[in-house]
């Protein structure tokens, strides 16, 4: 089965740096757009970036623009998101998640990883 297995959250102080990874596994990678989400206590997920299945396009919640870099290697069939002077306020649970370009119904979810900000 479909398996997306993030990795790299931690805990940081503010205006520190993070490099999330997503490995996907079992599924034609190139053939599915990537996002990240994000889950705060208490609030509903957001969607925080997301990249083509090429990678040509790329888009970003305004809260994160300038700060944070999404990117995907289709030969590594892994995506990234590159976060830069973290904030408190980007503390959550960063999900990945897949949609298949040809029914974007058809989609997977990571597990999660856990980003702290905080000093």
């Known amino acids: 089965q479909v398996q997306l297995v993030e990795s790299g959250g931690g805990l940081v102080q503010p205006g520190g740096s993070l490099r999330l990874s997503c490995a996907a596994s079992?599924?034609?990678?190139?053939?599915?757009?990537m996002s990240w989400y994000r889950q705060a206590p208490g609030k509903e997920r957001e969607l925080v970036a997301s990249?083509?299945?090429?990678?040509?396009?790329?888009n970003y919640v305004d809260s994160v623009k300038g700060r944070f870099t999404i990117s995907r290697d289709n030969a590594k069939n892994t995506v990234y998101l590159q976060m830069n002077s973290l904030k408190p306020e980007d503390t959550a649970v960063y999900y990945c998640?897949?949609?298949?370009?040809?029914?974007?119904?058809?989609?997977?979810w990571g597990q999660g990883t856990q980003v702290t900000v905080s000093s």
């Open positions: 998640n897949a949609r298949w370009v040809f029914n974007n119904r058809v989609g997977y």
């Open positions: 990249i083509t299945h090429s990678g040509a396009s790329t």
């Open positions: 079992r599924l034609t990678f190139s053939s599915y757009a």
